[in-house]
């Protein structure tokens, strides 16, 4: 082994241990979850409470388990920002493996389970033009917007001394990413208010906005 190869090598390990070796398990099936989760157009706290609640049934261990194995590389806490990071690495740098593949069937499967037991109807899977399955994406959707349809004005609640939410406010409460919303505002799907070179939403309109894709009975 050369000098060379040895300092990298030593600088490699070493990056791990500070940022986690994310290519072990069960690390690695976390990210590829994490990835295929934010290509739903997941992020913030959606993408988090999404992730503790399928990571058990998709990865098969839960997220204490990850923390664990995280603790024991880097010595640090596996918190909500490194796990938001690590999902929009695996899909900015296109690191999810042709496995994810199967993991998002994992999913689609999972969330048709819990659907049928409920019986509400959910659009049948079918392969998107960016190779993500559209019937994933509306149930996870319901998922985390399932609290804000559950009464009157709700996100109008968390703000009622502003009339109007920023798209990141609104990307915060709802769990969406930020580029989904201003992609909905600029398909004029969603209303809104322009301001400067910034969109401006009233809380009413984004609950009429989820109301008219709500799934029913």
Known sequence: MTNATYVNEKQTLERQRVRGNWNVSPLWEAKILLGILKQQGLAGKGLIKAFDKWAPRI?????????????????RPLSDYIL???????????????EAEGFRLALAKSLNGRTSESETPVDPPCAGPSGTTL????TLFEEVTGSLRSGPDLVGAHHPSRALLSTNELANLTGFAPKTIRRWASRRLLNFIRVGNQFRFRPTAVEL???QREVRK
């Open 59 to 75: 990865v098969g261990v839960s997220r204490l388990d990850m923390a664990r194995a995280y603790g024991k590389q880097t010595g």
């Open 84 to 98: 938001a990071q690590q999902a929009d690495k695996a899909v900015r740098y296109g690191q999810l493996p042709p």
């Open 135 to 138: 019937g994933i994406k509306n």
């Open 209 to 211: 906005f989820l109301a």
